[in-house]
């Protein structure tokens, strides 16, 4: 069973509520929120604040949050109190990323890393039983709407490997570039936590939905 977890950052601002209802509506769980500060990624979205206003007047969505920042302990505490629900951030950001998961947990919150396309999966290996989810990143981090990186493909497919190897319940979330045309060779890689911001965001948010729902 997969999920979809729309990227708000394709979505338009001025019509937030609205496009929130159409995802509460048809059956949408997820919220993948992409927190970017401009400097580990040259893009600035938004951050605890917003997301903060989302969880008040959206208490049933789980709030996937991807952190694209440096040194994302400087934030972990504003996410936790913002009401996310789960962090994904990238190991590249900073020199302890086991303290970070660490905290995440005792604030009893799922946490994961986020891997660029050219970060391999060594870096989960010693802590694969802290990690609650892996993301695969299929674009360079910072910017909706490019296209999927083909050589990810087997990266997903390790990263299934790795989990059914470690035997415990890793959500494997795959992000950047997908669409309903590719969506169903990412689910048959592995992934379970699918996300997308343009298709669906970007074009009828109905239609799209109901595709992805019906191949999810
Ligand atoms: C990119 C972000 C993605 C982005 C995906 O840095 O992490 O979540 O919003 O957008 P699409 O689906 O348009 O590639
Ligand atoms: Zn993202």
Do not use: W
């Not at 001025?14 to 769980?29: A, C, P, R, V, Y």
């Not at 905290?103 to 990690?131: F, R, W």
């Not at 993301?135 to 990810?152: A, R, T």
């Amino acid at each position: 069973m997969a999920n979809l977890s729309p990227s708000l950052l394709a979505c338009n601002f001025f019509e937030l509520e609205k496009n929130l209802d159409i995802l509460k509506n048809n059956g949408i769980k997820y919220l993948h929120l992409d927190v970017m500060d401009g400097n580990f990624v040259p893009n600035i979205s938004f951050g605890p604040a917003i997301i903060k206003q989302i969880r008040e007047k959206y208490p049933e969505f789980i709030l996937d949050c991807h952190l694209m920042v440096n040194k994302p302990e400087n934030i972990i505490d504003d996410m936790l109190n913002a009401g996310a629900d789960i962090i994904t951030f990238h190991p590249e950001s900073t020199f302890h990323p086991h303290r970070i998961i660490q905290t995440v947990h005792k604030a009893g919150k799922k946490c994961g890393l986020a891997l660029n396309p050219s970060t391999g999966l060594d870096c989960c290996e010693y802590i694969i039983d802290d990690l609650d989810i892996i993301l695969v990143m299929s674009v360079n981090p910072g910017f909706g709407g490019q296209s999927f990186i083909e050589s990810q493909y087997s990266k997903i497919k390790d990263a299934r490997k790795m989990i059914e190897k470690s035997q415990k319940d890793i959500i494997l979330e795959v992000d950047g570039g997908v669409k309903t045309s590719n969506v169903d060779k990412v689910l048959e890689s592995g992934a379970n936590l699918i996300v997308s911001g343009s298709d669906v965001f970007n074009q009828n948010i109905e239609s799209q939905l109901d595709i992805y729902n019906e191949k999810l």
